[in-house]
């Protein structure tokens, strides 16, 4: 039963993988505007077919409008997914209407909305959620004109609780911020659940904590805000530490909205809050830095590494991962955005490195994505702009904390990067590399590996040449949990850090499990 619920998460994720997060995310919105659309025929939903109707065709039009004219003006291509996410997040927020000052104030929304991802940035990047901000700006706006509506988020409603649920978890494992998002909704619910309950009392009301706790879970807006407000990638900070603490902002503010007069601090407005946070954590890497390509180097006959030097610093941790914007006419589902590891060290800047496989379209593969392509025609002078540093896949900052690395393919980047670091910067840990490969001859980063002079038990087909003394070659055993602990015996006593595709961390998830402890590397794919 387990490796059947197993095999068909890896099938799920590997679906959700191929389809780029703006697509996703807007697929998602999109499956619950239908949902809500079949819904309000029931009355199930506050909105009717017809407000729910006009009012997404006003947004995605404002928003889809506002959008293009803004790329336009500095020079970006036009990304239909974001205008179309952010009308249907601000359909979910605000207060669907036929009334025509209502509908004016709904355009507000959006207009302000979109204009906030390009005059509220910092270097290339938006500090609050736009949809948020469109939100705030209508709810200032309606203190002096009442008639053009506040937010009314009636996505909080029994009905919509679990769609909202299953297209956020869709969401949230493909960004591997379940954890984060609980934490917000744990908190929020629980300081909700605080203040109602001192509400009824001081009213002498007297409700079951029970009751209380299912109504403000079913009927309250946290689980859309925590699904698709919250955990957008472009507005948390880089570390899973950040995140939380971001997370626990949030939830007391919009479980316990702080009354300023005329506004509250709740739901739209504590995500504001929450978003300043973030920047303010992550000031020094939240910020676009431009990439012009130095060189081009085959490292195996499937996996080139790209040398671009840096405008300006761009600090990182060996381990993390830099997303680069490729712009390029008809972009696929997959978008213009990607991420990959850096290869290199923080003591090679600004030179930075990555390595990325090309497909073997040509051999009758998978033909390459469109950003695959484009970034496969950069010339050398070319620029990129690098839009982001993030990820938890460090090292203990302990040195003497013994390790233990498995990389699967490409998945050796980031290894090749702390390896590196390591030997620049004089450090010396305990570490075993096993590297798995179709074949010696994509073994990668072999000179750093080397040089870094820890053990590495290599699973190839064939035998690699030249191997040296504390290499092994782990021929005839199979790569499983059994293998695992054969030819690391003393696994139990190493943290352990697993970069390749989620099938080889299910088959190894057995051994795995008596590490001291086990990070994976993800990546958002935003």
């Known amino acids: 039963m387990l490796g059947t619920l197993t095999s068909l998460w890896n099938r799920v994720f590997a679906v959700l993988g191929r389809v780029s997060m703006y697509r996703l995310v807007y697929l998602a919105l999109a499956t619950l505007a239908v949902i809500a659309f079949l819904l309000s025929f029931f009355e199930l939903v506050a909105p009717s077919p017809l407000e729910l109707v006009v009012t997404l065709a006003v947004l995605v039009a404002v928003c889809s409008a506002v959008d293009a004219v803004a790329q336009r003006i500095v020079g970006l291509p036009w990304r239909i997914e974001s205008s179309l996410i952010t009308a249907h997040i601000l359909l979910f927020v605000l207060r669907p209407s036929l009334d025509l000052t209502a509908l004016a104030g709904i355009a507000l929304a959006g207009a302000v909305a979109s204009l906030s991802k390009y005059i509220l940035a910092w270097r290339g990047r938006h500090i609050f959620n736009p949809a948020a901000v469109g939100a705030t700006v209508l709810a200032l706006c309606a203190i002096a004109v009442p008639a053009l509506g506040t937010p009314a988020w009636w996505v909080g409603t029994p009905a919509m609780a679990l769609p909202v649920v299953l297209c956020g978890l869709a969401v949230l494992w493909r960004t591997e911020k379940v954890r984060v998002i609980a934490v917000f909704v744990v908190i929020a619910v629980a300081v909700a659940v605080l203040r109602t309950s001192a509400q009824y009392q001081a009213a002498g009301i007297t409700v079951e904590g029970v009751t209380i706790f299912w109504q403000i879970l079913l009927s309250s807006p946290f689980l859309f805000l925590g699904a698709f407000m919250l955990s957008e990638p472009l507005t948390l900070p880089p570390r899973r530490w950040q995140q939380f603490t971001v997370a626990a902002v949030v939830g007391v503010l919009a479980g316990w909205p702080i009354d300023l007069g005329v506004i509250s601090l709740g739901q739209e407005r504590a995500l504001l809050v929450g978003n300043l946070v973030a920047f303010a954590l992550a000031f020094t890497v939240r910020a676009a830095v431009k990439l012009t390509l130095v060189s081009r180097t085959p490292l195996t006959p499937t996996v080139n590494e790209l040398t671009f030097r840096a405008k300006r610093p761009l600090p990182f941790l060996p381990g993390q991962y830099v997303e680069l914007e490729v712009p390029h006419h008809h972009p696929d589902a997959r978008g213009t955005r ?157 943290h352990a850090y697993i970069s390749g595709p989620p099938g080889l961390i299910a088959d190894l998830a057995p051994a795995l499990e008596k590490a001291r402890s086990i990070t994976t590397d993800a990546f958002s794919g935003y």
């Open 338 to 494: 990607r991420e990959f590891s850096i290869a290199s060290a923080p003591e090679d800047l600004p030179e930075l490195r990555i390595a990325f496989r090309e497909s073997p379209a040509a051999a009758g593969g998978k033909p390459q994505s469109s950003y695959k392509k484009a970034l496969a025609e950069l010339d050398t002078g070319g620029a990129l702009a690098a839009t982001g540093v993030w990820g938890d896949f460090v090292l203990p900052k302990r040195t003497t904390s013994p390790i233990l690395m498995v990389a699967a393919g490409i998945g050796i980047t980031p290894f090749a990067a702390q390896l590196r670091h390591q030997r620049l910067a004089g450090e010396d840990r305990d570490v075993v590399l096993v590297y798995v490969a179709s074949e010696a001859a994509e073994l990668a980063f072999r000179p750093d590996l080397e040089a870094s002079g820890i053990s590495v038990v290599v699973f190839t087909r064939d035998r690699p040449a030249d191997l040296p003394s504390h290499w092994l070659w782990a021929q005839g055993v199979r790569l499983d949990a059994e293998g695992l602990q054969r030819v690391v015996p003393d696994l139990a006593g190493r």
